[in-house]
Nanobody
Framework: QVQLVESGGGLVQAGGSLRLSCAAS????????MGWFRQAPGKEREFVAA????????YYADSVKGRFTISRDNAKNTVYLQMNSLKPEDTAVYYC?????????????????WGQGTQVTVSS
């Protein structure tokens, strides 16, 4: 089992920045693909970003490309999502997820473990 705990959410004005963290415990973190997803009220959960086990490959949704950066520190069992130039449409609950694979996964149904989520609210 892998336990994931997100932190770093909050209220920020448009144009501001936040850094989300996801701390993992349990099995070997370094072999897991890690992803960030978000879900706004009344909408389906959507892919935000993902990173492979080594940190060498990452993918982003078009809506966040150039503004968000995913990274990981395997020594700390933590994955991060740096969010810059935030927009009101970025408001959502953000979830991190893990899958035991060497590749990069962007489909939510392929992830095995999920955190409880952290709220991000961007005011205009």
């Amino acid at each position: 089992q892998v336990q994931l705990v997100e932190s770093g959410g909050g209220l920020v004005q448009a144009g501001g920045s936040l850094r989300l963290s996801c701390a993992a415990s349990g099995r070997t973190f370094s072999r897991y693909c890690m992803g960030w997803f978000r879900q706004a009220p009344g909408k389906e959960r959507e892919f935000v970003a993902a990173i492979d086990w080594s940190g060498g490959r990452s993918y982003y949704a078009d809506s966040v490309k150039g503004r968000f950066t995913i990274s990981r520190d395997n020594a700390k069992n933590t994955v991060y999502l740096q969010m810059n130039s935030l927009k009101p449409e970025d408001t959502a609950v953000y979830y991190c997820a893990a899958r035991d694979t060497l590749g990069v996964v962007i489909r939510s149904r392929e992830y095995d473990y999920w955190g409880q989520g952290t709220q991000v609210t961007v005011s205009s």
